[in-house]
């Protein structure tokens, strides 16, 4: 089953020549006797358009399990509709693949603020918003009110609180610069940055916001500079922390740099070195729970043996360092899994049920150590992660792996 990536304005006229089979009158939407449809949506284009390569994983691993049959005998088709990372377009996409397409579930929509836009509609209408592509700390804390949507990745607010923990531990008295997304992405990690500071000696000086349709970062950097700080947090997506890297390189500032992991994947860094001119970018901290592609330790790796294979064959011309592939084949290992434990009569309801209940400590594409873990009280499917630093070119990993409390 080849990938689906289709501009919104293309969707109406897809959506007449596609007929959705039942596998029977009680069947849930999406499920024929051979097939089983889910949709999502991603930043096919706009500002975050480097986020594509998730679904592109995604699609890849899927194509990968079809090839060997599928999911408990059913190929999973996988339709992923272009939102520009503009939250009134998810709103519409999403709307047309539930009450259109009729998909099983909505998978891997990208974003936080897309992913609430849609959130109370899916409820509403009972149809699985699985596996977040956001790491906002509302899909553990509000799970309750909102049974039929999970996300998947660490939390922003994990994240934040181990980079506040690092500076505290590492620096004296570091006085921290933040640029941050203004949004509850970038809000999420602020707040557990400070939580991270707190009682220590270090502090955030100055936090500078900017917009997603903002043209560049050139003015939040020159008044992070000018605030003294030492330290520069970016909480950013990969477009405005490349431009975070090069206007803190035109001003001759060097600050210990910490780059969130939605924006550090090797190929983002290496844009972001400038060809090697770029002196500010070594010495970068971030984390994942990821293997890097890049890193020797993984070369004979049968995880990343199999990622590369499956990349090559069903994505190609692909990237195989950019990580965001290696991230959605990770969640569409799971994903996978979690439809085949549904078996042959599988159900929405059933899904989230599995969903809730995720025990998976073998994912190939994650560090070894790492698990997908769900339960009561238990929402994030991963809590852990590794810190690295950007040496020479590449991620190296320091540290053992850190866990927080799970919610």
């Known amino acids: 089953m080849r990938r689906r990536f289709a501009p919104i304005a293309a969707l ?6 596609i007929p959705v089979a039942l596998a029977g009158s ?3 939407p999406g499920v024929s006797s051979t097939t089983i449809l889910i949709g999502g949506t991603s930043p096919l284009t706009g500002p975050a358009a480097s986020y594509a390569t998730v679904a592109r994983g995604a699609q890849a691993y899927f194509d990968f399990i079809n090839a060997k049959g599928g999911a408990a005998k059913r190929k999973i088709e996988y339709r992923v509709v272009d939102d520009a990372y503009n939250p009134a377009q998810t709103v519409q996409a999403v709307r047309r693949l539930v009450e259109q397409d009729n998909v099983f579930a909505v998978f891997n929509t990208l974003g936080t603020e897309a992913n609430l836009a ?3 509609y899916l409820n509403q ?7 977040v592509a956001s790491g906002a700390t509302t899909w553990g804390r509000d799970a309750a009110k909102y049974p039929w949507t999970i996300g998947f990745q660490p939390s922003y607010a994990a994240e934040g609180l181990v980079y506040g923990q690092y500076i505290a531990k590492t620096q004296k008295k570091a006085k921290v610069g933040v640029l941050f997304q203004n949004d509850d992405y ?8 400070k939580s991270g500071l707190s009682r220590s000696g270090s502090k955030v000086v100055a936090a500078e916001p900017y917009q997603v349709t903002s043209p560049d970062v050139g003015s939040q950097i020159g008044k992070l500079k000018a605030s003294g700080a030492n330290v520069l947090a970016i909480f950013a997506t990969p477009t405005f922390a490349i431009q975070a890297y090069v206007f803190a390189n035109r001003l001759g500032w060097r600050p210990l740099i910490i780059n969130n992991a939605v924006s550090a994947t090797s190929n983002t860094m290496t844009l972001a070195s400038e060809g090697g001119k770029n ?7 971030s984390t994942t729970p990821l293997k890097d592609p890049l890193n020797p330790r993984w070369k004979k790796d049968p995880g990343m043996k199999q990622y590369r294979a499956i990349l090559a064959k069903y994505a190609k011309g692909a990237n195989p360092n950019d990580a965001n592939h290696l991230y959605g084949m990770a969640v569409a290992y799971e994903t996978v899994g979690l439809l085949k434990g549904l078996g042959a009569n599988p159900t929405r309801a059933g899904l989230m049920a599995r969903a809730r209940s995720i025990a998976s400590a073998k994912n190939p594409f994650l560090l070894p150590g790492v698990s997908v873990k769900t339960g009561k009280g238990d929402n994030f499917p991963l809590q852990q992660g590794q810190l690295q630093r950007w040496m020479k070119g590449r991620w190296v990993p320091f540290g053992g792996l850190w866990t927080s409390k799970r919610n």
Do not use: M, N
């Open 12 to 17: 109406a006229t897809a959506l007449c020549a």
């Open 26 to 28: 009680g069947a849930d």
């Open 118 to 120: 849609i959130r109370d």
């Open 125 to 131: 209408v009972k149809v699985p918003q699985l596996f």
């Open 186 to 193: 970038g809000k999420d990690l602020l707040a557990s940055l």
């Open 279 to 285: 002196k500010s970018i070594e010495g970068t901290i």
